[in-house]
């Protein structure tokens, strides 16, 4: 991302979780009262006033209804892992790239829990300001890190700084971030989780398959060309099979691995769970072993 400029993907984001209102209840699987505000005020305007039917027309683009429905399907799957976590006993979450997530504020089941949300400043002070103007008061523990400038070695002690007590299980949430990274700093960045996690900690994380990356169709294109023109190219990601011995060798073993196509439809009507069949992305959830690194 560009210097002192918020995230745009974290704002596109954010607003497709806020449009996930508009589908009907009976398969709306995840609420995000709080994504439309980080988004344009004309966009969260029209969608307030959705009962003279511009919203919903709005919401059954089908370019725009399928990054509604990736979204609802993909919070769904992140958010019951947090659920099981905490059912669990855990009471410790870092929020690696946090974005505008709002999960400390929207589930109750993270009442009691530490929350820390680590995040570019630029993407992190808008974040803070929107909240303030909305007169929500989040209870998680921010901090603000420039991955570009600042190594990744030193963000564990900076996390402990900030109250996080690396000898209790941490479950990471690494959500929409691993696609833009090169392979050096995932890496980098497995290196401090492992330093913050002490074993039985989980971490979520998102990633491409390389063959999506590889693709050249005109949807793919086009949205390459959007996150390249803000600064938020797309650079890594793994093949499935492959991802079990990548992170053995970096002290974590694959609990599960979920491509978003099959996660729709378990949680998606038919209808809806079509415009994500083809979907290569994955939500993997990861636990740190107790084999030294």
């Known amino acids: 991302m560009r210097d002192d400029t918020p995230s745009r993907t974290a704002q596109w984001v954010a607003a497709a979780r806020g449009l996930g209102q508009l589908l009907p209840d009976a398969v709306r699987i995840a609420d995000d009262?709080?994504?439309?505000?980080?988004?344009?005020?004309?966009?969260?305007?029209?969608?307030n006033r959705s009962q003279d039917g511009q919203a919903e027309a709005i919401a059954r683009i089908p370019g725009l209804r399928?990054?509604?429905?990736?979204?609802?399907?993909?919070?769904?799957v992140i958010d019951d892992a947090v659920r099981a976590f905490v059912a669990a006993?855990?009471?410790?979450?870092v929020l690696l790239g946090a974005g505008y997530d709002c999960r400390a504020l929207r589930?109750?089941?993270?009442?009691?829990?530490?929350?820390?949300?680590?995040?570019?400043?630029?993407?992190?002070?808008h974040k803070l300001a929107v909240l303030r103007r909305l007169g929500a008061t989040s209870p998680a523990h921010y901090l603000a890190w420039?991955?570009?400038t600042h190594p990744m070695d030193d963000l564990p002690a900076a996390l402990a700084e900030a109250g996080h007590d690396p000898t209790e299980r941490t479950l990471t949430i690494w959500e929409g971030v691993t696609p833009y990274l090169?392979?050096?700093?995932?890496?980098?960045?497995?290196?401090?989780?492992?330093?913050?996690?002490?074993?039985?900690?989980?971490?979520?994380?998102?990633?491409?398959?390389?063959?999506q990356l590889a693709k050249r169709s005109l949807g793919i294109r086009i949205l390459r060309?959007?996150?390249?023109?803000?600064g938020e190219p797309h650079k890594f990601g793994w093949e499935p099979e492959q991802l079990p011995a990548y992170l053995e060798a970096r002290g974590f073993e694959l609990v599960r691995d979920v491509s978003m196509a099959d996660a729709s439809r378990e949680l998606m009507p038919p209808d809806l769970a079509a415009y994500i069949a083809l979907a290569s992305n994955h939500v993997a959830l990861v636990r740190r072993t107790t084999r030294p690194v």
């Open 89 to 93: 006993g855990g009471r410790q979450l």
């Open 66 to 76: 399928r990054w509604i429905v990736y979204m609802q399907v993909r919070t769904r």
């Open 107 to 125: 589930l109750p089941e993270l009442a009691g829990s530490q929350v820390y949300e680590i995040d570019h400043p630029a993407t992190q002070d």
């Open 182 to 211: 090169t392979e050096s700093a995932i890496d980098a960045s497995l290196r401090a989780i492992t330093v913050w996690s002490t074993p039985g900690s989980e971490l979520v994380m998102t990633y491409q398959t390389k063959a």
């Open 225 to 230: 060309a959007a996150v390249q023109q803000v």
């Open 146 to 148: 420039d991955f570009e």
């Open 33 to 47: 009262p709080y994504g439309l505000a980080f988004t344009s005020s004309g966009l969260a305007g029209l969608v």
